[in-house]
Protein backbone atom coordinates (compact mmCIF):
# COMPACT_ATOMS: atom_id res chain seq x y z
CA UNK A 1 0.00 0.00 0.00
CA UNK A 2 1.63 3.45 -0.74
CA UNK A 3 2.50 5.78 1.95
CA UNK A 4 -0.70 8.46 0.50
CA UNK A 5 -2.76 5.90 0.83
CA UNK A 6 -2.06 4.18 4.14
CA UNK A 7 -2.10 8.17 5.08
CA UNK A 8 -5.98 8.64 3.60
CA UNK A 9 -6.39 5.55 5.65
CA UNK A 10 -5.31 7.04 8.61
CA UNK A 11 -6.86 9.86 7.93
CA UNK A 12 -10.02 7.86 8.02
CA UNK A 13 -9.56 6.04 10.97
CA UNK A 14 -9.27 9.05 12.65
CA UNK A 15 -12.09 10.63 11.74
CA UNK A 16 -14.05 7.12 12.75
CA UNK A 17 -12.39 7.19 15.95
CA UNK A 18 -13.82 10.65 17.16
CA UNK A 19 -17.49 9.68 15.97
CA UNK A 20 -18.69 8.46 19.93
CA UNK A 21 -18.99 4.38 19.85
CA UNK A 22 -19.93 1.55 22.50
CA UNK A 23 -17.13 0.84 24.40
CA UNK A 24 -15.26 -1.93 24.18
CA UNK A 25 -13.95 -2.40 27.46
CA UNK A 26 -10.87 -5.36 27.28
CA UNK A 27 -11.51 -5.13 23.66
CA UNK A 28 -7.72 -6.64 22.31
CA UNK A 29 -6.51 -6.42 18.57
CA UNK A 30 -3.40 -8.20 19.57
CA UNK A 31 -4.39 -11.18 17.11
CA UNK A 32 -4.88 -8.88 14.08
CA UNK A 33 -1.28 -9.84 12.20
CA UNK A 34 -0.05 -10.74 9.14
CA UNK A 35 2.34 -10.01 6.28
CA UNK A 36 1.99 -9.84 2.26
CA UNK A 37 4.98 -10.42 -0.44
CA UNK A 38 4.44 -9.21 -3.76
CA UNK A 39 5.93 -11.33 -7.26
CA UNK A 40 8.68 -8.39 -7.35
CA UNK A 41 9.48 -8.58 -3.70
CA UNK A 42 8.15 -5.89 -2.15
CA UNK A 43 5.45 -6.66 0.97
CA UNK A 44 3.95 -5.43 3.80
CA UNK A 45 3.96 -6.76 7.57
CA UNK A 46 1.50 -5.65 10.35
CA UNK A 47 0.80 -6.69 13.74
CA UNK A 48 1.70 -6.32 17.48
CA UNK A 49 4.59 -7.45 19.10
CA UNK A 50 2.33 -9.61 21.95
CA UNK A 51 0.22 -10.85 18.67
CA UNK A 52 3.26 -12.93 16.87
CA UNK A 53 4.08 -13.69 20.48
CA UNK A 54 0.91 -15.50 20.83
CA UNK A 55 0.28 -16.77 17.35
CA UNK A 56 -0.44 -20.51 16.51
CA UNK A 57 2.68 -20.50 14.91
CA UNK A 58 5.01 -21.53 17.72
CA UNK A 59 7.61 -19.73 15.09
CA UNK A 60 5.98 -16.42 14.77
CA UNK A 61 8.21 -13.80 15.98
CA UNK A 62 8.75 -9.92 14.60
CA UNK A 63 11.82 -8.22 15.55
CA UNK A 64 12.42 -4.40 14.82
CA UNK A 65 16.14 -3.82 15.89
CA UNK A 66 19.19 -1.37 15.80
CA UNK A 67 22.76 -1.72 16.70
CA UNK A 68 26.00 -0.02 16.45
CA UNK A 69 23.57 2.21 14.21
CA UNK A 70 22.24 -0.68 11.80
CA UNK A 71 18.60 -1.35 11.57
CA UNK A 72 16.29 -3.66 10.23
CA UNK A 73 12.71 -5.57 10.68
CA UNK A 74 12.40 -9.22 10.20
CA UNK A 75 9.49 -11.47 10.54
CA UNK A 76 8.80 -15.12 10.50
CA UNK A 77 5.29 -16.23 10.37
CA UNK A 78 3.80 -19.56 8.76
CA UNK A 79 6.70 -20.66 7.45
CA UNK A 80 7.47 -17.33 5.64
CA UNK A 81 10.59 -14.87 6.29
CA UNK A 82 9.90 -11.33 5.37
CA UNK A 83 12.79 -8.52 5.94
CA UNK A 84 14.07 -5.17 5.30
CA UNK A 85 16.07 -2.45 6.25
CA UNK A 86 15.01 1.36 6.66
CA UNK A 87 15.50 3.89 4.14
CA UNK A 88 16.50 7.01 5.52
CA UNK A 89 13.12 8.53 6.70
CA UNK A 90 11.95 5.38 7.51
CA UNK A 91 15.06 4.97 10.07
CA UNK A 92 14.27 8.25 11.79
CA UNK A 93 11.16 6.58 12.80
CA UNK A 94 12.99 3.80 14.03
CA UNK A 95 13.00 3.60 18.14
CA UNK A 96 8.93 5.10 17.52
CA UNK A 97 8.59 1.59 16.49
CA UNK A 98 10.62 -0.29 18.63
CA UNK A 99 8.71 0.80 21.51
CA UNK A 100 5.21 1.00 19.37
CA UNK A 101 2.81 -1.80 20.66
CA UNK A 102 1.59 -2.27 17.08
CA UNK A 103 3.71 -1.82 13.35
CA UNK A 104 2.82 -1.42 10.22
CA UNK A 105 5.88 -1.50 8.00
CA UNK A 106 5.80 -1.77 4.02
CA UNK A 107 9.06 -2.87 2.00
CA UNK A 108 10.38 -2.31 -1.55
CA UNK A 109 11.50 -4.66 -4.13
CA UNK A 110 14.91 -3.98 -3.14
CA UNK A 111 13.81 -4.77 0.48
CA UNK A 112 14.25 -1.59 1.81
CA UNK A 113 12.14 -0.77 4.07
CA UNK A 114 10.08 2.90 2.80
CA UNK A 115 6.58 3.35 5.46
CA UNK A 116 6.00 2.72 9.04
CA UNK A 117 2.99 3.25 11.00
CA UNK A 118 3.18 3.04 14.86
CA UNK A 119 1.13 2.98 17.09
CA UNK A 120 0.82 2.11 21.44
CA UNK A 121 -2.70 1.54 23.50
CA UNK A 122 -4.39 -0.81 25.75
CA UNK A 123 -5.68 -2.91 23.04
CA UNK A 124 -2.61 -4.27 21.19
CA UNK A 125 -1.70 -5.91 24.83
CA UNK A 126 -1.48 -5.98 28.42
CA UNK A 127 2.63 -5.26 28.60
Known sequence: M???KKLS???ALATLAAVPTQAQAGYK???SLGCYKRAD???YCYGSFIGFRNNADASAYMVLSEMAGYKWFQVQLNGAYYSCT???T???FWSDAVSAKYVDIDWNS???CNSIIVSSGSLYGNY
Open 2 to 4: SPI
Open 9 to 11: LCA
Open 29 to 31: AES
Open 41 to 43: GSG
Open 86 to 88: PDA
Open 90 to 92: TAA
Open 110 to 112: SGT
